[in-house]
Nanobody, 123 residues
Framework: QVQLVESGGGLVQAGGSLRLSCAASGRTFSSYGMGWFRQAPGKEREFVARITTRGTMTSYAASVKGRFTISRDNAKNTVYLQMDSLKPEDTAVYYC????????????????WGQGTQVTVSS
């Protein structure tokens, strides 16, 4: 079992940057595919980015590609989401998630979720 704790959210002006972190418990973090999702008020949870177990492959939602970067440090049991050139439409609660299989873009494929961290981008 994996427990996930996100941090790094906050209030930022449009055009600014934030770096989210997701710390995982357990000794088998390196065996989990990881993903970031977000949910804005009144909207469904949506895929943001994913990364494979060793960090060799990543993919992004079209809305964030070129602005966000997902990475992981297996020695620190942590996955990151660097968010640059933030826009007001990026405002949401951001969740990290872990899957024991190949990371995908579908929330239903992930077994473990963090509690979320709020990101608010002002215009």
């Amino acid at each position: 079992q994996v427990q996930l704790v996100e941090s790094g959210g906050g209030l930022v002006q449009a055009g600014g940057s934030l770096r989210l972190s997701c710390a995982a418990s357990g000794r088998t973090f390196s065996s989990y595919g990881m993903g970031w999702f977000r949910q804005a008020p009144g909207k469904e949870r949506e895929f943001v980015a994913r990364i494979t177990t060793r960090g060799t492959m990543t993919s992004y939602a079209a809305s964030v590609k070129g602005r966000f970067t997902i990475s992981r440090d297996n020695a620190k049991n942590t996955v990151y989401l660097q968010m640059d050139s933030l826009k007001p439409e990026d405002t949401a609660v951001y969740y990290c998630a872990a899957t024991g299989s190949i990371s995908t873009t579908q929330a239903r494929d992930y077994n473990y979720w963090g509690q979320g961290t709020q990101v608010t981008v002002s215009s």
